[in-house]
């Protein structure tokens, strides 16, 4: 992790855990070109960005029960390098009058140049047929554009 020690399952990218925290699991990606394993939203600290803290990543919430025991999200990974840099030195240049420079912004998705991630928790459908993955989550990665990469799940 770029900032302090991973500690929780909720604290991953689509973290989850059962009730107790016993099982915990996340979504950990890496594109052969970022420095460090991608484990966590990237994001600014109240001093870096100008609208305040934020995070730089693109994610999705598209579903989920109230009780939690079904979630599904989408979450976009770069094939270039994430630019980290890029983004504190671009939020730190700007005034609170400006609007804040975004991931996209940098031209990283350009050319559908990015994976997609959906990590699910089981639905009832696992459950009633007593699936082997019931009680884990399921991870549908695809590639966007015409390159072939290779992504580390």
Not at 23 to 45: K, Q
Not at 70 to 90: D, G, N, S, V
Not at 96 to 113: K, M, N
Not at 142 to 147: F, I, M, N, V
Request: with cysteine; aromatic share 10%; hydrophobic share 35%.
């Amino acid at each position: 992790a770029r900032s302090r020690a991973y500690r929780w399952g909720e604290d991953g990218i689509a973290g989850m855990s059962d009730a107790e925290q016993l099982l915990c699991l996340s979504l950990a990606l890496w594109n052969g070109r970022d420095p460090l394993l991608n484990e966590r939203l990237f994001g600014l600290i109240n001093s870096q960005g100008n609208h305040g803290e934020d995070v730089k990543e693109e994610y999705f919430y598209l579903d989920a029960t109230p009780s939690h025991a079904y979630l599904r999200m989408l979450y976009k990974y770069p094939q270039p390098a994430f630019p980290c840099e890029e983004l504190i030195k671009q939020n730190a240049r700007r005034g609170t009058q400006h609007p804040e420079y975004q991931l996209r912004d940098t031209g990283v998705f350009a050319e559908h140049r990015y994976f997609d991630a959906l990590p699910r928790a089981p639905d009832q459908h696992d459950q009633a047929a007593g699936s082997r993955s019931a009680s884990a989550s399921r991870r549908t990665i695809s590639r966007a554009g015409r390159d072939a990469r290779r992504l580390n799940v």
